[in-house]
């Protein structure tokens, strides 16, 4: 096993994910709350 060595990692990969996650949570809460927005307009 190799030494571990602070900050020389790539993480890249990791922040691209983590990126991506956070958009698809975003999303998904806006369209979330349009769904219940609507259906409080529409069952009055």
């Known amino acids: 096993m ?3 060595k602070h900050g020389e990692m790539d993480i890249r990969t990791h922040e691209k994910t983590f990126d991506g996650f ?3 949570v975003s999303r998904g ?3 979330i709350l ?3 927005i ?3 307009l ?3």
């Open 2 to 4: 190799a030494e571990y």
């Open 22 to 24: 956070v958009w698809f």
């Open 29 to 31: 809460v806006i369209v």
């Open 34 to 36: 349009c769904v219940l």
């Open 38 to 40: 609507f259906l409080a």
């Open 42 to 44: 529409v069952n009055g």
